[in-house]
């Protein structure tokens, strides 16, 4: 009797935690763990935002391509990721990218933007924090550069800092929502360099395949 009560009360257990919701799982900010795949799209200011994701083991892999409306510059980036340090609840991952970048000059925001094409890289530092309920936050550091090599354009480098939550309606779907802050250099081809404050705000929906 007191066997069939242990297992019934596991079985109760195992159902109320099922009822409960699902296991909070990243698809765009947090990492992915070995097996992950995830296609993304993230709406905001100033930018847009699809890509890919793919969990290795320690590491992933990803391409993103985004455009910048209120410049009109398109960019494609690869990336990788890799956790430096991790538990069963924390994250500490380091990302590089590199990539293309083609703008149209748009003047409508920024009248001293100019149009060029050239190098997007970036660097980016992400701890990641999971918490009991189906929720992650994450905090970041970001250093976004752009490198025209056309005769015209801009040269954009900067250092952002951010955060971000993960909430995971059920055990595909990912929400986001994110902000990023902080310094930027813009420097005209041949010109004057100045100082504008960057930011980016975005709410997103990932698809986790796996």
Do not use: C
């Amino acid at each position: 009797e007191n066997k069939e009560s242990g297992e019934d009360s596991a079985k109760k257990s195992s159902e109320g935690k099922s009822a409960a919701g699902v296991q909070a799982r990243g698809a765009l900010l947090a990492p992915l763990e070995r097996g992950g795949l995830s296609y993304y799209g993230t709406f905001g200011y100033p930018e847009l935002k699809v890509g890919f994701r793919e969990g290795m083991d320690g590491f992933e892999l990803g391409a993103e391509l985004g455009f910048d409306y209120t410049l009109t510059d398109l960019w494609l980036v690869a990336s990788g990721r890799g956790s430096l340090w991790k538990n069963a609840r924390r994250d500490f991952s380091l990302e590089g990218q590199l990539g293309a970048f083609g703008s149209f000059g748009a003047r409508g925001l920024e009248d001293r933007n100019r149009p060029g094409q050239g190098l997007r890289l970036g660097l980016l530092g992400t701890f990641t924090h999971g918490f009991d309920l189906p929720l992650l936050f994450t905090a970041t550091a970001k250093i976004p550069l752009e490198i025209p090599l056309s005769s015209t354009g801009l040269l954009r480098f900067g250092l952002l800092l951010g955060a971000g939550i993960e909430l995971p309606p059920t055990d595909v779907f990912v929400v986001s929502l994110s902000f990023e802050v902080g310094p930027m250099l813009w420097r005209q081809y041949g010109g004057v360099s100045y100082f504008k404050l960057g930011y980016d705000i975005a709410v997103g929906l990932g698809f986790r395949l796996f």
